[in-house]
């Protein structure tokens, strides 16, 4: 098929009035606006990862509230819903007020609030605080219209994200929200619905201290597929992307399917839930007919990377954690450890659950976030030649596919040795984390300290036809490190997986900060 007789994905697109009015693809999420209109509750908190989808939701909401019947024909709700009033909305967007100080932000509130004193005869009101402003504008909107109010707001916790991190400023900002969200409560005979996005929970915010009867439908199973597009989805209303996608990387339907599922599915946000993709890096995927880094290459952000050092995270000690739900569902003020940020975020998911345990298992959910976190956590092992180093890694990836450890080994050595030594590397769990960052961003399977009847492999690594056993020795040689894996009998622990095992004992010199000499054994 064609290109230009498929409907364009709409790229960061996220109003649904011109999804609709321009005839973009759009996956239809409407059942799931009646659903939340007609709950048990009018307070609703979503929690999802950035560019999931939650500011088109929000907006779809506000057409639908706004009685705008018009852009609903074909979807879900034009059947489920009969009256379609018009209510009065108030839509406030807080993904502007990043790194602003708690002036700026209060002005940036106030901003928010001009047009709809305008639209409704308070421009007395534009300065008075915030919260007042927004007392006095849902009671006259309900006044004047003889309808309850509507109140959206996205990203609620943007101008918060950025300094989680900073014990001084969190405070200050922290207390600008909490006073602009104060009359939500207050205000409660005049709301006919209100509903909160964001990524993370600020406990000592007033909607989750004071609004003890929102409605968080974050790990909701029936909100499960809310945002996102599902792999249910993308089979049956998305088949001819797909197919024009395998079309331009001269492979089969099912190779690319296998291929999408590799790099951008793996989320879920309860259990149980249906396979869910990335819906930013998805459609740029259709849209350019290129597996590239969509979601994590338009921006890490640099509160996630202070707080992987604040808490001391180790690249090999973020995917694979069991959890109770309240250890990383968890109030962002409250962590004792990164997990509720990483899950939170979107750099962890959830895998699997154990109903007697009541434990979730977490991982990285494709091999988009875990080569882009490596490449990230790089230049804290490679300090500034971490492009170099990337360079290094791709030669490093071509060998070991050919078979030639060897050879892999090589490049390394030959560039650890001009490239200037971190701090701390005088102990083999530093090098052990380089492997495991290097062999990450190989996409292939690798895991550390793997527990067999003997003792603990440093390095498990399997490519598609070879595992290899690796174990790392610091200024000692690799006939030690060799000994080792035959003494206490690593491969037998691996005879399972069919693979022949290959048997890599390294020696690192710290004089030298580089690799001094290895052994490969088949």
Not at 182 to 198: I, N
Not at 219 to 235: D, F, H, K, R, V
Not at 288 to 306: A, H, R, V
Not at 459 to 487: F, G
């Amino acid at each position: 098929m064609e290109q230009q007789q498929l409907k364009r994905c709409p790229i960061g697109i996220q109003t649904f009035e011109e999804i609709i009015n321009k005839d973009y693809f759009y996956i239809d999420k409407t059942e799931y606006v009646y659903r939340m209109a007609y709950g048990a509750s009018k307070y609703y908190f979503l929690s999802r990862p950035r560019r999931f989808g939650k500011s088109l939701l929000t907006s779809t909401l506000y057409s639908y509230f706004a009685g705008k019947k018009d852009l609903f024909k074909g979807l879900a709700i034009e059947k489920l819903e009969k009256e379609w009033t018009e209510y009065p909305v108030l839509y406030f967007d807080m993904s502007l007020a990043k790194h602003l100080d708690k002036e700026k932000l209060n002005e940036y509130l106030a901003w928010q609030l001009r047009d709809y004193n305008e639209k409704y005869g308070l421009t007395k009101n534009n300065g008075a605080g915030v919260n007042n402003q927004l007392a006095d504008l849902i009671k006259c909107a309900c006044e004047q219209t003889g309808r309850q109010v509507v109140v959206l707001i996205d990203e609620y916790d943007a101008p918060l994200l950025d300094v989680v991190h900073e014990e001084k400023n969190l405070p200050a900002l922290r207390n600008v929200m909490r006073n602009f969200y104060s009359p939500l409560k207050a205000c409660d005979p005049y709301l006919r619905f209100v509903f909160l996005t964001g990524i993370t929970k600020f406990s000592q915010l007033s909607i989750f201290s004071e609004l003890n009867n929102i409605s968080n439908i974050s790990m909701n199973e029936s909100y499960a597929a809310i945002c996102g597009i599902t792999e249910g989805e993308m089979l049956a209303q998305m088949p001819d992307y797909i197919q024009r996608l395998a079309d331009k990387l001269e492979i089969s339907f099912e190779e690319a399917v296998g291929k999408l599922r590799e790099n951008y599915d793996g989320y879920h946000f309860t259990w149980p839930s249906p396979d869910i993709y990335n819906p930013f890096s998805l459609l740029n995927a259709f849209e350019d007919c290129k597996l590239n880094s969509y979601w994590f290459g338009s921006g890490t952000p640099t509160y996630l990377i202070e707080m992987l050092r604040k808490f001391k995270v180790v690249p090999s000690g973020i995917g694979m954690k069991k959890a109770l739900d309240t250890s990383f569902d968890a109030p962002t003020e409250r962590m004792t450890n990164i997990m509720p940020l990483l899950y939170q975020s979107g750099y962890v998911t959830i895998k699997s659950y154990d109903k007697l345990t009541q434990l979730y298992t977490l991982d990285i959910p494709n091999r988009e976030i875990r080569v882009g976190l490596m490449q990230s956590l790089l230049p804290n092992y490679l300090v500034n030649d971490s492009d170099m180093g990337l360079t290094t890694i791709g030669e490093m990836y071509g060998a070991i596919a050919g078979g030639d450890m060897d050879g892999a080994l090589c490049l390394l050595q030959e560039f650890l040795s001009t490239v200037p030594y971190c701090d701390n590397t005088n102990y083999e769990g530093h090098y052990q984390q380089l492997f495991y960052i290097i062999f990450s961003l190989f996409g292939m399977y690798i895991d550390v300290e793997v527990r067999t009847p003997n003792g603990r492999v440093d390095v498990v690594m399997r490519t598609a036809d070879t595992l290899y056993v690796i174990e790392l020795k610091l200024d000692k040689s690799a006939d030690a490190a060799m000994s080792q894996i035959n003494l206490k009998q690593y491969p037998e622990r691996f005879t399972l997986s069919g693979l022949p095992v290959v048997k890599v004992g390294i020696n690192f010199d710290s004089e030298r900060h580089t690799l001094g000499d290895w052994i490969i054994e088949g």
